[in-house]
């Protein structure tokens, strides 16, 4: 499967993780790639990720065993309108774009539905263009194929071979069925995140109170708000039923919170942020979830210098390995100063220990005991 030519038509940051990624795992592979910005054509070029920039969508893109459709939905579609003549009949034609019903719709006009099969990783970044893409972006995560109904057995097994070659977990769906769960779980997330930023903007005061002591809660429920306001413009325009369809009864469920919240309803209150939290908690728990468990320490320390180091070779000196560190600039979700990462709980364990034994305070990541008038309110 090593020796096969790919091209790129857009080499942003999921075209280019792609591409980055099949060269990792597949250094044999020839991949070629078209983009408007020259300078991801030669930065990709400078990496050896690809062996040829291509100046347009031409005959090139003819040799190709997979061709990646990459750009912006809207792009892509007139793209697909030049790129036909020039496919071979073997190819298999996917994109990666967030919404389906347009592509397909699209595809079936051309008269290419034996050789296409939507696509669409569920990864990504608040950061965009091919600077931002890295090949382990898709480790772990699913990424949708949604087939047509002429797809030929033998290039689904292939696309989806392919994909878990690059480290991703294939999942099929028919497309309509894609657009709806991906408006849900991505579209409208996304639209909720940029609509809390701007309100915070027209409602803070003119010395920007709100934007400087802005904390954890909010920037977690808000970081997506800085991803490509173009993406997100050419998906709303391609997947609006199923956004406004998921807005109406989202909205539907604000007014009825700001009714039982006006009402000082405890019971109602208490239940709405409980069912939030068992349902979110069993994508953690869930052995194919999302989510995945977190075994995380935070450390309470000085704010000095050598300080970090000093813990870091405390923990190396007892062989003890650390997936990620970094430091709480606030207090409002997590005790503690400073939060590390581990990559099993025995490790984190262990951790716990050999700093709790030097005098550090500890607060490992677990669930708060419920207080008794919360018992009260669930019984």
């Known amino acids: 499967?090593?020796?096969?030519?790919?091209?790129?038509?857009?080499?942003?940051?999921?075209?280019?993780?792609?591409?980055?990624?099949?060269?990792?795992?597949?250094?044999?592979?020839?991949?070629?790639?078209?983009?408007?910005?020259?300078?991801?054509?030669?930065?990709?070029?400078?990496?050896?990720?690809?062996?040829?920039?291509?100046?347009?969508?031409?005959?090139?893109?003819?040799?190709?065993?997979?061709?990646?459709?990459?750009?912006?939905?809207?792009?892509?579609?007139?793209?697909?309108?030049?790129?036909?003549?020039?496919?071979?009949?073997?190819v298999i034609l996917t994109d990666a774009g967030s919404v389906k019903t347009g592509i397909h719709e699209h595809?079936?006009?051309?008269?290419?539905?034996?050789?296409?099969?939507?696509?669409?990783?569920?990864?990504?970044?608040?950061?965009?263009g091919y600077a931002n893409a890295r090949a382990s972006l898709f480790e772990n995560a699913y990424y949708i194929l949604t087939p047509t109904e002429k797809t030929k057995v033998e290039k689904l097994a292939a696309c989806q071979t392919l994909v878990q070659?690059?480290?991703?977990?294939?999942?099929?769906?028919?497309?309509?069925q894609h657009d709806y769960v991906t408006a849900?779980?991505?579209?409208?997330?996304?639209?909720?995140?940029?609509?809390?930023?701007?309100?915070?903007?027209?409602?803070?005061?003119?010395?920007?109170?709100?934007?400087?002591?802005?904390?954890?809660?909010?920037?977690?429920?808000?970081?997506?708000?800085?991803?490509?306001?173009?993406?997100?413009q050419q998906i709303c325009l391609t997947n609006t039923e199923n956004i406004s369809a998921l807005l109406g009864r989202y909205i539907e469920d604000l007014t009825a919170f700001r009714q039982i919240l006006e009402q000082h309803?405890?019971?109602?209150?208490?239940?709405?942020?409980?069912?939030?939290?068992?349902?979110?908690?069993?994508?953690?728990?869930?052995?194919?979830?999302?989510?995945?468990?977190?075994?995380?320490?935070?450390?309470?320390?000085a704010d000095k210098p050598g300080t970090i180091a000093a813990i870091a070779s405390l923990l190396a000196s007892n062989d003890i390995s650390i997936k990620n560190i970094g430091i709480n600039h606030n207090r409002e979700l997590a005790e503690g100063a400073l939060r590390i990462e581990f990559y099993d709980e025995n490790t984190a364990a262990c951790a716990s220990a050999v700093l709790q034994e030097k005098g550090y305070g500890i607060h490992n990541k677990q669930e708060r005991p419920e207080t008794g008038r919360e018992r009260q309110i669930k019984s």
């Open 107 to 128: 595809i079936a006009a051309a008269g290419l539905d034996e050789v296409f099969i939507g696509g669409h990783p569920m990864a990504g970044s608040e950061r965009f």
């Open 165 to 176: 070659t690059i480290g991703a977990i294939p999942l099929i769906l028919p497309y309509s």
């Open 265 to 301: 309803d405890e019971t109602a209150l208490y239940h709405f942020f409980d069912n939030a939290r068992a349902y979110r908690d069993s994508f953690v728990n869930s052995s194919n979830g999302p989510i995945k468990t977190e075994h995380v320490i935070t450390v309470d320390i």
């Open 184 to 232: 849900a779980i991505s579209h409208l997330p996304h639209v909720i995140a940029a609509s809390l930023v701007n309100l915070v903007k027209r409602e803070d005061s003119k010395e920007g109170i709100m934007k400087m002591i802005a904390a954890g809660g909010f920037k977690d429920i808000t970081r997506i708000a800085s991803s490509s306001p173009t993406m997100w």
């Open 1 to 90: 499967m090593s020796d096969f030519t790919c091209g790129f038509i857009g080499l942003g940051l999921i075209g280019g993780s792609i591409a980055k990624a099949i060269h990792q795992k597949l250094p044999d592979a020839h991949l070629i790639a078209y983009d408007t910005n020259n300078s991801s054509l030669e930065l990709a070029l400078q990496e050896g990720v690809i062996e040829e920039a291509c100046s347009g969508i031409g005959a090139s893109f003819g040799r190709c065993d997979y061709v990646f459709l990459c750009a912006p939905v809207t792009h892509n579609d007139e793209n697909l309108i030049t790129l036909k003549k020039y496919l071979s009949p073997d």
